[in-house]
């Protein structure tokens, strides 16, 4: 190998010289190509019917002719089939798909292809290397991928890409066509609070050459504070002249996540499908929108939302980052009605709906809260403090064990973590009504649930007969209470009781001991529980006589 020096020896040459007899070879086919010759002229000087077919025949008797000399050509075991010819392809093969590995390639070049888009640019900072193996491709190390709208801005980091080529022009560098981009082990830093600046990085009109992300990480921040990550994620898409499609897998929240987005163009209208599902979550969620004939900014479409037997549908629409459910139904194996109103997304999540129940199971629904361990009953109450918004909230139809409450309707506003109860009112049918007006309010330390009550008697026999209660003595038309439940510890405090007239304070510290010790003493569980309940009334009335 000494006296062979790689350096000297230049294989542009080799692939002019291959060039030139590629050239060589295609100009003898020409030559002897029949097209270029004109056989109406030789027919008139062919006279077929002066041919005497009779005297040629005698020249070719076929029977005269010994098959037996063919059996001597021997093509099994001809070495030119069995050894040379394969030997040629291959080496031929492999020198076509080898010769590339000394070309050099430019990176401005090679930027432009990965980023055709005009809001975004790539800087390739590592090497450009050729490989063969195991199929032909540009292999590209440590690469950026910054943002251009309104303001230069990283959007991905990747540290390995690969662009397949095609088999087609391999020894001519400037006809490679590429086939399909790879990038491996990358990241990306997206800021929920300002989305809407992705929004254009990619447009109809470009086309593109197909995409896919392995092995990374999307880190989802706001304010520069760290919300949440998808990892281990793979993102394929697929781009054509009406329509792009992107797909990703991932885990989410300990969850495997999927995610597929289907865009269509037509006759300047789009459409967009997109499914979303978590396997260990059940969760699944499909949404259709396309843009209104009217106005590109409004967007409309309908949705499904399914978690295991919780499942909404609807139609809404969508404009200046203004979600408007227009028409839902909500149903589960604890309630049955309707969603209205509208989301806002950005620049903060706020929400204005009505959620309208037909019916709602309170039993079933009290017996799940129960069913689960005492650190997610506690959580149900802390609510995020990215949740701000107001719900209208009315069952007509209330299913309970004794039936004590018919219906109701409420308002409530969620602000920074905590909920104010604006108005909450219950029908109790031929009894009375009962209404509650406070706050759930959630610290680092605590949760609590600070109220007032007013309960209404229309028919006070009746209602004392449905308490367990029969002494006369003892009817009134109108409870008033205030206090505070503390949901971390699960303690009552009273701290005002009217009968008809304001209790004393004795009187309402021994109510208050009553109560934790009947029915806050096994936590939640006696809290709904209208035999306890009849039990706690006794137990002050008849003491109080």
């Known amino acids: ?66 098959l037996s000399s063919f059996k001597k050509i021997n093509f099994i075991s001809s070495k030119f089939i069995l050894l040379h010819l394969p030997a040629s392809i291959i080496f031929f093969t492999f020198l076509y798909l080898f010769i590339p590995t000394f070309y050099s390639y430019d990176k401005s070049n090679i930027e432009k292809i990965i980023c055709k888009n005009v809001n975004i640019e790539c800087i390739i900072k590592g090497k450009i290397n050729y490989r063969f193996y195991p199929t032909p491709r540009l292999k590209i190390k440590n690469i950026l991928i910054n943002g251009l709208v309104k303001k230069k801005h990283t959007l991905i980091t990747i540290d390995e890409a690969s662009i397949k080529l095609s088999f087609k022009n391999l020894l001519a560098k400037d006809k490679h066509r590429f086939k399909k981009i790879e990038l491996n082990n990358f990241e990306t ?12 990085i990619f447009y109809k009109n470009n086309k593109f050459i197909p995409i896919a992300f392995y092995n990374g990480q999307i ?10 990550s998808i990892t281990n994620a793979n993102i394929k898409t697929f781009f054509q002249e009406d329509s792009t499609t992107a797909e990703l897998k991932g885990k989410f929240l300990n969850d495997s996540i999927y995610i597929n987005l289907n865009t269509k163009n037509v006759d300047n209208l789009s459409s967009t499908d997109l499914i979303l599902k978590m396997s260990n979550a ?103 403090d990215k949740i701000n918004g107001k719900l209208n909230f009315s069952a007509d139809k209330v299913y309970s064990k004794h039936n004590l409450v018919n219906s109701f309707e409420s308002r409530l506003k969620f602000y920074n973590g905590n909920v104010k109860i604006e108005q909450f009112l219950i029908n109790l049918g031929k009894l009375g009504a009962a209404d509650i007006i406070g706050s759930i309010n959630n610290d680092k330390k605590f949760t609590s649930f600070k109220f007032e009550s007013n309960v209404f008697v229309d028919n006070e026999k009746k209602f004392l007969s449905k308490l367990g209660i029969y002494n006369k003595q003892n009817a009134f038309s109108n409870l008033f209470t205030s206090g505070n439940l503390d949901l ?12 008809n007239e304001k209790l004393n304070n004795e009187d309402i510290n021994y109510i208050e001991s009553e109560f934790n010790d009947f029915i806050l003493e096994e936590g939640y569980k006696n809290l709904f529980d209208f035999s306890k309940f009849k039990v706690f009334l006794k137990s002050i009335t008849e003491d109080k006589n």
């Open 1 to 66: 190998m000494k006296y062979f020096n790689f350096k000297r020896y230049k294989f542009s040459t080799v692939s002019k010289i291959l060039d030139r007899l590629r050239d060589n070879v295609l100009t003898i086919f020409e030559f002897l190509s029949l097209k270029r010759y004109d056989f109406k002229k030789f027919y008139k000087y062919i006279n077929v019917k002066k041919i005497n077919f009779i005297k040629i025949k005698k020249y070719f008797d076929f029977r005269t002719i010994k």
């Open 189 to 200: 830093h997206i800021d929920v609070k300002n989305f809407k600046k992705y929004k254009n």
């Open 219 to 228: 880190l989802f921040y706001e304010d520069n504070n760290y919300v949440a």
């Open 282 to 384: 059940n969760f699944l969620s499909k949404i259709n929108f396309s843009n209104s004939s009217k106005d590109n900014k409004i967007n409309n479409g309908n949705f499904l939302i399914k978690k295991g037997k919780n499942k909404i549908t609807g139609i809404f629409n969508y404009k200046n980052n203004e979600l408007t459910v227009n028409k839902s139904n909500l149903r589960n194996t604890f309630i049955d009605g309707k969603l209205e109103g509208k989301i806002i997304l950005l620049p903060y999540f706020n929400f204005n709906l009505d959620l309208n129940l037909n019916s709602i199971n309170f039993t079933r629904l009290f017996n799940y809260f129960l069913a689960l361990d005492e650190k997610k009953q506690k959580n149900l109450f802390k609510i995020n």
């Open 488 to 499: 971390e510890n699960i303690r009552m405090s009273f701290y005002e009781i009217s009968v």
